[in-house]
């Protein structure tokens, strides 16, 4: 990936830090935001140790114009954006102990405006940065789905998340597709499951995929699995 920009939303930690992590070990050129400032620096301190690049902004996805800032620094210091991870997620409560018919409307709305509103702020402030061929991938899950009990409003998040997807997919000549990561360790979803660093290099991989073969997509485990074996 040398002479490639990526940007990773919620790269404080988790899925995000790790994906950051492989794309810079790889050769990308990183921009990581999160809402935490200080957990940004340090990933980024961390990256450069290791020898990568990265940058470090804090940005909330929730907000518009910091996600609009982010793009244009981005584009700026990379000469465009090739690569695009919609990571920033939350989810309240504890994992599996939130069914959606105890979720107050304050977290409800909380979760759609960073897990839905975040990741189509992301893509849509993106659009006039990205170069030929990039690529935006939306991390998302089987709950997405297939509803299971005591997700509440995060599985209904993921959901809109991938109807997000696909819609750009279909309008705006971007290639956009989502991957499922199955059950991954982290604090937002709970222990258990993948560690973050075992599922990041699926992002390089669907980074390089045919248009035809990510675009509207939601791509998982097993295609990963079959196409890198």
């Not at 929730?62 to 981005?74: H, I, K, N, P, S």
């Not at 075992?198 to 045919?210: I, K, N, T």
């Amino acid at each position: 990936m040398d002479g490639t920009t990526a940007v990773v939303t919620g790269a404080s930690r988790g899925v995000g830090e790790a994906v950051a992590r492989e794309l810079a070990g790889e050769g990308a050129t990183v921009i990581c935001c999160s809402r935490d400032g200080e957990a940004i620096e340090a990933v980024v301190d961390s990256i450069a140790e290791s020898g990568g690049t990265a940058l470090g902004m804090r940005a909330d996805v929730r907000d518009e114009f910091d996600v609009e800032r982010l793009m244009e620094t981005a584009a700026r210091e990379g000469g465009g954006i090739d690569l695009v991870v919609a990571n920033a997620g939350v989810y309240h409560g504890e994992t599996g102990e939130t069914p959606l018919s105890e979720e107050s409307y304050t977290g409800f709305d909380d979760t759609l405006r960073t897990n839905v509103r975040g990741v189509f702020a992301t893509i849509k402030e993106s659009l006039g940065h990205l170069n030929d061929e990039a690529r935006v991938l939306v991390p998302t899950g089987s709950v997405a789905r297939e509803p299971k009990p005591g997700i509440g409003a995060y599985a209904v998040s993921k959901a809109g998340a991938e109807a997000v997807m696909r819609g750009f997919a279909v309008e705006d000549g971007v290639a956009v597709g989502c991957l499922d990561l199955g059950l991954v360790d982290t604090d937002l979803t709970g222990s258990g499951g993948r560690e973050p660093e075992d599922v990041a290099p699926m992002f390089v991989w669907a980074a390089g995929l045919e248009t035809e073969e990510l675009n509207g997509e939601t791509l998982g485990l097993r295609e990963w699995r079959q196409a890198t074996r």
